[in-house]
């Protein structure tokens, strides 16, 4: 009878809790929402005001901090840049701001389905930006589809993602399958003798993917993939593959992962001097770190989304027959070094063409209607800083098929390694190195 | 029987469950469903682990494999080859439990610092070995077209289905472990954990007791990598296979307290929810990581046996009702 008493006395003190806890947490969140979106309305009386809460999880901790610090101020720069315009004008006098809600999403897949959930349904989130990352954004993706949510994905190069047939998430970066293929146009066209490519690449999602892609396209336009060898994440001893690819003779070598692997792999490849004409690697030579490597960075091609160096301009827009729209290449970098000290990168740079691209989607739907500006999407075929923006409308709905990658080469001027544009020939800064001489 | 029927404890532990798991159902709150969802989740996890690291004595830090090699079989059956999830994640178990068995009648002759080293081991190498294999995506992993979701009735309705099959496998869980602790199995396995050379000496067939423990531990998290990766729509060999997921297992049961069939629960429970909180109150959200260190910090160091466990302790009478 007592162990009775006594149970049904922790049951009670139990039940207390778990409710307790659950009621407590969501509350304060919708609050500033509220109070917030309340001064915005009585300052403009005469015009229609409307508030869109823009949500998004940033990885501020884990391991993609660095990458998502910097997405994220690019986004914020967008923002900050809006309200100096005040708002985004409709045609029928409504004033639309933006409200920006984040959470940190620790760089793991849990958080990034729980937080999406919440943004959408307790902060009301109208607009969503996908996380960084492939991996993270496929997970947010499942999310915000279920509820009829348009999201704009930046920082997620994977093409699986839009061939799971979502509706409504659109990509702002080129694609995986098209990150190293003009490394292969660009090879053919410097030399139109060039016949065997190896394939070197790490062992990663993004990487591999990357690879596979790379080698099918090099095996259409008639050349030889004469080595296709992955190596694993965290490799620094590269010689087992040196010796290998000089067995095999390419006259490029194709690959790279991250910025560690590359680097180290670029170092060793000319450390060993090994004879080949060029060498085309992922992520590193994009990273500004890489000059450090001195000599042995001299005449390394990477891709790079975006380089601020790049010829998008207005004109050139209006060569293209396409619309400009939004800041120039200058005045966003230099608005981005106005408010955080530095020149941006391209995780930067498509943060802030995320903002831009929705931005330009309602101005052109003239509403705030999901419908409306998922269709206006779907027609959009502009130029901004960061390039050719253009979706997919078929099978593949939402990928990226406008914007292209530019390709950077390290050269030396002046006794110093610089990087220069390379590829397409639209985009290119200086001539490139090749053969590399070694 | 009666014994069990008679047993508050027992009551208490499904009770606790059940009320915090129906609450998202009764309230119909995805938000409080994807709270939920990681809570339970996180409890199926640490109540399996417990029975090797709290019961038998074991740590183990591989424990995520199970989870994430029934997360590639479930998910495989499901994207690949289009099975309904119940059975996909059937057979992830049935697989990942033989895998577990044969491996614990490798790995469990070794003792200590070597068991758990070990287990590390077996992690990194079923990894490595995922991402060599083309068949299962490599190191690419595999994604779920969206419209296999359609077969549950929507992708909302999936969502909540995949809730309902989470929240019974973590009420089994819990009792699995709330029965292994009151059989004559689970005293020989106590008994392991204290002195594994007495234990044989009294005639507990120790190899076979802990194998069978090992293979017991690994049946619920094989579902639940089913269930999160079906949730997900995608699987990686970096998602499936976290060892930092061992590890907060292995500090939730700590928190909680090791070797009770509460403590697991209490602890995921506290731990998920004390990280949820932090991470979205405005306050602490740029360190939650830090705040929640400094509170393990101080919870391991002034209460060492977790919070059942000190309970349990100061209040004789709470053993009764607290497995």
């Given amino acids: 009878m007592k162990g009775m008493r006594l149970f049904v006395t922790v049951l009670f003190i139990l039940a207390l809790i778990v409710t307790g806890c659950s009621k407590a947490t969501p509350t304060p969140a919708p609050q500033p929402t509220k109070a917030e979106a309340a001064p915005a309305q009585q300052q403009a009386p005469e015009a229609k005001a409307k508030t869109l809460v823009l949500g998004f999880t940033a990885s501020q901790t884990g391991k993609y901090a660095k990458e998502s610090k910097e997405q994220t101020q690019g986004i914020q720069l967008w923002l900050k840049d809006l309200e100096k315009k005040g708002g985004l004008k409709l045609s029928d006098g409504t004033v639309v701001n933006f409200k920006v809600k984040y959470y940190d999403d620790e760089s793991t897949k849990e958080r990034v389905q729980q937080l999406y959930t919440k943004l959408i349904t307790e902060d009301g989130a109208d607009l969503l930006i996908s996380p960084y990352s492939s991996g993270l954004t496929a997970a947010a993706a499942v999310i915000a589809e279920q509820y009829g949510k348009i999201m704009i994905t930046t920082g997620a190069a994977s093409d699986s993602i839009y061939k799971q047939g979502y509706k409504r998430v659109y990509q702002i970066y080129t694609p995986a399958s098209r990150y190293l293929t003009g490394a292969v146009d660009a090879l053919k066209a410097w030399d139109p003798n060039a016949k065997k490519v190896a394939v070197v690449y790490e062992k990663s999602k993004f990487a591999t993917g990357v690879a596979k892609a790379v080698k099918a396209y090099a095996e259409k336009q008639g050349l030889e993939v004469v080595l296709f060898e992955g190596y694993e994440a965290g490799t620094t001893d590269f010689n087992p593959f040196i010796n290998k690819i000089e067995a095999a003779k390419p006259d490029a070598i194709i690959g790279g992962g991250h910025f560690q692997d590359g680097s180290t792999f670029a170092k060793q490849l000319y450390e060993k001097k090994t004879p080949v004409k060029m060498v085309a690697i992922l992520v590193a030579p994009a990273v500004p770190e890489f000059a450090e490597l001195g000599d042995a960075a001299v005449g390394v091609i990477g891709p790079s989304q975006w380089e601020s160096i790049a010829k998008y301009s207005p004109e050139s827009a209006k060569a293209a027959g396409l619309t400009w729209c939004g800041p120039t290449i200058e005045e966003f970098v230099s608005g981005y070094k106005e408010a955080y000290g530095y020149e941006p990168g391209y995780h930067a740079a498509g943060g802030y063409a995320a903002g831009l691209v929705l931005e330009r989607a309602i101005k052109m739907a003239d509403s705030t209607d999901p419908d409306a500006i998922t269709k206006a999407l779907d027609a959009m075929d502009v130029m901004i800083f960061f390039g050719h923006i253009k979706f997919d409308t078929g099978e593949a709905h939402g990928l990226q098929i406008g914007h292209d990658m530019v390709y950077l080469q390290w050269q030396k001027k002046d006794g110093k390694v610089v990087r220069e544009i390379v590829w397409p020939e639209a985009a290119k800064t200086a001539d490139a190195i090749y053969p590399l001489e070694r | ?323």
Avoid: C
Wanted: net charge positive; glycine share 10%; hydrophobic share 55%.
């Fill in chain 2, 1 to 323: 029987m009666m014994r069990y029927v008679r047993d508050p404890a027992l009551w208490l532990t499904t009770l606790v469950v059940l009320v915090a798991g129906v609450w998202p159902l009764i309230t119909r709150s995805a938000t409080t469903r994807e709270d939920m969802f990681l809570i339970l989740m996180f409890v199926t996890l640490a109540s399996s682990l417990n029975i090797v690291l709290g019961y038998t004595g074991y740590v183990n830090f591989g424990h995520i494999v199970f989870f994430g090699l029934g997360g590639y079989i479930g998910f495989y059956l499901i994207a690949e080859k289009g099975w309904h999830v119940i059975p996909a994640a059937l057979a992830a178990s049935l697989g990942v439990v033989l895998f577990a068995a044969i491996l614990g009648g490798i790995i469990l002759r070794l003792r200590g610092a070597y068991f758990a080293l070990a287990t590390i081991g077996v992690n990194e190498a079923v990894r490595s070995f995922i991402v060599n294999w083309d068949a299962v995506g490599g190191a690419v992993g595999m994604e779920m077209n969206f419209s296999r979701y359609q077969d549950y009735g929507g992708p909302m309705n999936a969502l909540w289905f995949a809730y309902i099959l989470l929240l019974i496998v973590t009420l089994a869980s819990v009792l699995l472990s709330y029965f292994v602790r009151t059989s004559k199995f689970g005293l020989g396995l106590l008994a392991i954990r204290e002195d594994e050379d007495a234990a044989l000496v009294l005639g507990i067939p120790a190899p076979k007791a802990k194998t069978i423990a090992f293979a017991l531990s690994a049946i619920f998290p094989a579902i639940v990598g089913t269930l999160f990766f079906f949730k997900n729509g995608n699987i990686e060999p970096g998602d499936a296979f976290r060892l930092h997921m061992s590890v907060e297992g292995i500090v939730m049961i700590m928190l909680g307290g090791y070797g009770t069939v509460m403590g697991p629960v209490v602890g995921a429970a506290t731990y998920e929810r004390l990280r949820g909180f932090l991470l979205t109150s405005p306050l602490f959200k740029n360190l939650q990581l830090a705040f929640a260190g400094v509170l393990l910090l101080l919870i391991i160091i002034f209460v060492p046996s977790g919070v059942v466990g000190w309970l349990r302790n100061r209040f004789p009478k709470v053993r009764r009702i607290l497995a």
